[in-house]
């Protein structure tokens, strides 16, 4: 049947209008995930079907497999040490080479009764800012002499070219987020609503000269705060203040929840933004920002992988009851103490332990992390987030994942105290993060982080840095 599935994804493809380069990619890449599913879903003499399908947005091409074959194999989650080099581990087979290199997306998704799907997305080419200034005359400098010649003001369509070319005059290659690479990335994540832009823009020139977002990529009740760069002609007149005020007037016409933020640890600045504007730390994560950036024109690299703080601010109060695990109930109570946000605690009469549960994961291959996410609590959870760890970490060699647990559904103690043995640690909580639910973040470090290289900006900061530091060690010694 392999014919017959890569004609189908091929043709597909060029109608819809994907580039002839990635037609080989997708070639190869259909046949890897094929055989994956046979191979892992059904036995060598059983009769099936697999179901698959292709779909497009304004960003990715989506290709996808379902069938309603084995569930995971517990069995075969084997012993594994973080330390070890996963380059020479014996993965039987289950190293897609070619998946993990072209698709920019990997999701496994849990349907229930309907089965699962392997889900494989690839980002449709744009024309980056360095194609599109190849023959860009030079321009006007700017001749701000104060915040008055600078208006703040909502992004429109025809910002998304002027701030490519900020990013790329400002930083050259050297910009961690590559999209703002992309002008035609950002007015379509701006027509879509999953990035809230706002811009700094010289009254004199045009040209803009700030940028600061909200990233909301799910539409859910809250937004993450980010892509914030000032011309460096331009810093010293509060854009970044002024810009951050007009995004969370925004946040609030959308009656969103609360705005995150993870702001990186290599230096304070960021950090002392979000403290200015009342963002309270909440979390810590490991590793966040690869250490090779993964832009075409980019060669330079970070000295080690970026790790981050992590903040909230909340804009409404709702009713919440949390089930607080019992291992980390007291600097969990005391998170939600410093960001002034109430809540119940739940009981375990109020639990219901007979669900099977939901688990997706996921894996991002310009950022080298994986995601696993419990969607529903129920008694599978374990044996499902044990297979999501084997894809991440056998199939994609994730260098780090991250583990996401509902707060508001049932006790965790257990299941934490089972996801711990498998070296999973404590990283912080997010309200409203899932499904307009607070979450629980795990995470999973394979490799090691210099911690001398960490900046912890703040009393709270730096205490919260030592609990999910103690945790890490605790859990992998």
Known sequence: MLPVLQSFVVESARVFRLPERLLEKLKLVSEEAFLQVIKNSFTPDEESTVRITVATDSLYFKLSFFDRGLPFDDSLAREYHPAADLDVLDTEGMELFLIRQYADNVEWINHGHEGKEFRLSFEIPHRDIITLLENDAPRETGKATGPE?????????????????????????????????????????????????????????????????????????????????????????????????????????????GIMSQPVTSHSYSQKVNLKFGSQPCGFTFALVPEKLSFRQINQSLSQ?????????????????????????????KI?????????EGTKEMMDQEEPGQVLSAYSSDWGFGEITVKRFGKLNLPEIKRSLYDLLYTMKAYVIFLYLPLEESDLSELIESLEKEKFFFSGIIPSYMDGKDVIKFQYLNGTIDISKIEILGDHASELFAYVLQEKERVLS
């Open 336 to 344: 939600y103490a410093e960001l002034a946000i109430p809540f119940q």
């Open 149 to 257: 010649d600078v208006e703040v003001r909502d992004f429109r369509e025809g910002d998304a070219i002027r701030i490519s070319r900020t990013i790329y005059r400002a930083y050259g290659y050297t910009y961690p987020n590559e999209d703002l690479y992309y002008p035609e990335k950002i007015a379509k994540l701006n027509a879509s609503g999953k990035l809230i832009s706002v811009v700094c823009c010289d009254k004199t020139t045009e040209e803009v000269v700030g940028h600061y977002a909200l990233e909301r990529p799910g539409l859910g009740s809250i937004a993450e705060s980010g892509q914030a760069v000032v011309s460096p002609g331009y810093r010293g007149f509060n854009l970044m203040g002024k810009m951050r005020d007009l995004l969370e007037k925004k946040a609030v016409n959308l009656q969103l929840e």
């Open 305 to 333: 992988r970026e790790s981050c703080m992590l903040y909230f601010k909340p804009f409404k109060q709702r009713e919440r009851t949390l089930f607080l695990p019992e291992r980390h109930r007291e600097v969990i109570q």
